[in-house]
């Protein structure tokens, strides 16, 4: 049943995430990327972390995509029809190098995952043995508080001031310039 | 039980189509959603072998540090995308090969 619901959400994913590769329309593309987050949502939920799906949709979907939006729509009307223009279909000359390049790399990456056996990992197994697994009832969340606040409460603090610049240089960035500089 | 190779195949397709969507797309909005996807690929990886880390919870806690770092990069890079466009009145990175006025 698990593995039912696995490669259902693995399709979802990986078709959407496909059709953002193929799409020549900028925004229809957007919104497949859209479900491609959800999928990957549901690929969290099965991988036990409960947490980080609904952070993935909160941020991604919440925050990311409609920024992404509104930066395509403020971008202009001449961008769209460009974009429209430019016809580049999945297979085509202008694109064969990189096909290539993403193929071979999916090639190799293959390999790396096939000779890695990543089950049979010394601590992967010592973890098994250990119970050191996620519990399928939902009771992992206490412990990613008790850590965050613990055990990687620098790294929360770092990450939250560089956020915070992050989001301060972004609006210093994009402000609206004075008439006597530019 | 879903094994490990199963996650680690479907973020393999997953990098590889950002990858794609990365060398291949001409819009700089496009290019931004090739590297989410990519980032969206290390965090399934993240996820996946956190799931074996139950008293530390490292895996899933950088899986949250890489979402809050990846909403960081997409609004900087979305503030320049707006910039280029304005200076440039285009936003394919092929045609913006200059870094002066």
Redesign the interface.
């Known amino acids: 049943m698990?593995?039912v619901f696995?490669y259902l959400m693995?399709f979802i994913?990986?078709a959407s995430?496909?059709v953002?590769?193929a799409g020549k329309n900028?925004v229809r593309?957007?919104f497949m990327?859209f479900v491609?987050?959800f999928g990957?949502a549901g690929?969290?939920v099965?991988?036990?972390?409960d947490?980080?799906a609904v952070?993935?949709i909160v941020?991604?979907v919440g925050?990311?995509l409609v920024?992404?939006l509104?930066?395509?729509m403020?971008?202009?009307k001449?961008?769209l029809n460009?974009?429209s223009v430019?016809a580049?279909g999945f297979i085509s000359l202008?694109?064969a190098?990189?096909?290539l390049?993403?193929?071979l790399?999916?090639v190799i990456?293959?390999n790396v995952?096939?000779k890695?056996q990543?089950?049979n990992l010394p601590?992967?197994q010592a973890?098994?043995s250990n119970?050191?697994?996620?519990?399928v009832n939902g009771t992992?969340i206490n412990?990613?508080g008790v850590?965050?606040m613990t055990?990687?409460l620098l790294?929360?603090e770092v990450?939250s001031i560089?956020?915070m610049l992050?989001?301060v240089?972004?609006?210093h960035?994009?402000r609206k310039?004075k008439e006597d500089e530019v | 039980m879903i094994t490990l190779n199963d996650f680690l195949m479907v973020s393999v397709v997953l990098f590889c189509i950002g990858l794609y969507i990365i060398l291949a797309k001409r819009n700089a909005i496009q290019v931004l959603i090739g590297i989410e996807l990519m980032l969206n690929a290390a965090i399934l990886n993240l996820v996946a072998f956190g799931r074996f880390d139950r008293a530390n919870n490292a895996g899933q806690v950088f899986a949250l540090f890489a979402i809050v770092l990846a909403a960081a990069t997409t609004a900087v890079a979305l503030a320049i995308v707006l910039n280029v466009y304005r200076r440039y009145k285009t936003i394919d990175p092929d045609q913006i090969n200059q870094l002066k006025d």
């Open positions: 698990i593995k696995f693995a994913t990986l995430a496909l953002v590769a900028l593309s957007l990327f491609t987050l990957l690929l969290y099965l991988a036990l972390a947490f980080v952070t993935q941020i991604y925050g990311i920024l992404i509104f930066a395509f403020l971008s202009g001449e961008a460009k974009v430019q580049d202008k694109n190098p990189a096909l390049l993403a193929g790399f999916l990456m293959f995952v096939f890695a990543a089950d601590w992967v973890a098994i119970q050191n697994i996620m519990p992992g412990h990613i850590n965050l055990r990687y790294p929360f990450i560089l956020l992050a989001l240089g972004a609006a960035l994009s310039p």
